[in-house]
């Protein structure tokens, strides 16, 4: 038995899936998610494409706790060896499901009562820290360069912005998803005490 095995939950790397990504045959769908889940908290990267940036994202999201990362089947990364590697086990743990439509899922996820909060520049947008995170939350984050697509911001209950203090107006997509991951930990964990 492989040590990746005893861990249990592992992906099955015998079953390549379409575009070089993992699969498992452990991995629950979004709808079983979000039946067993009292209060979701759920990563959707709309078009990410970079192994590195997933592998953060992923990393990130087992650490603040996500129940799970949605991602698009088409133009954008899957789970590989790299990202796998990349993400220090976390693939292993974090529920990934890759979906046909993106904008269709939030709104399989509104009908759900998840509350969907898409990041984007801006000065129409409301500060990341203006945002109540405590209930059913899916954060939407978009790709490197582009951000979000149009669809996919216009399906988004609010857009949000990190406020930036110096020169660059941006950051890196699996430093803005740390960034907001933690600030939903942070009112959470209040909501606890």
Do not use: W
């Amino acid at each position: 038995m492989s040590k990746r095995s005893r861990r249990g939950g592992a992906r099955n790397n015998k079953h390549a899936q379409g575009g070089g990504g993992f699969i498992s045959s452990e991995q629950p769908d979004l709808e079983t998610i979000l039946d067993s889940t009292e209060n979701p908290f759920l990563l959707v990267l709309d078009g990410v494409q970079d192994p590195h940036n997933l592998g953060a994202c992923l990393r990130t999201a087992d650490g603040a706790g996500v129940h799970a990362v949605i991602a698009p089947r088409n133009r954008a990364v899957a789970i590989t060896e790299s990202v796998m590697s990349l993400s220090c086990g976390a693939a292993e743990h974090v529920p990934f499901i890759r979906v046909v439509n993106i904008a269709r899922t939030l709104e399989q996820l509104r009908d759900h009562g998840v509350h969907l909060v898409g990041t984007a520049d801006g000065a129409d947008s409301t500060s990341l820290y203006d945002i109540d995170f405590t209930g059913p939350i899916a954060l939407v984050m978009g790709a490197e360069g582009k951000g979000l697509r149009r669809l996919t911001q216009e399906s988004c209950d609010q857009v949000v912005r990190i406020p930036m203090q110096g020169k660059v107006d941006c950051l890196n997509v699996s430093v803005a998803t740390g960034v907001c991951l933690y600030e939903a930990v942070r009112q959470r964990a209040q909501l606890k005490n």
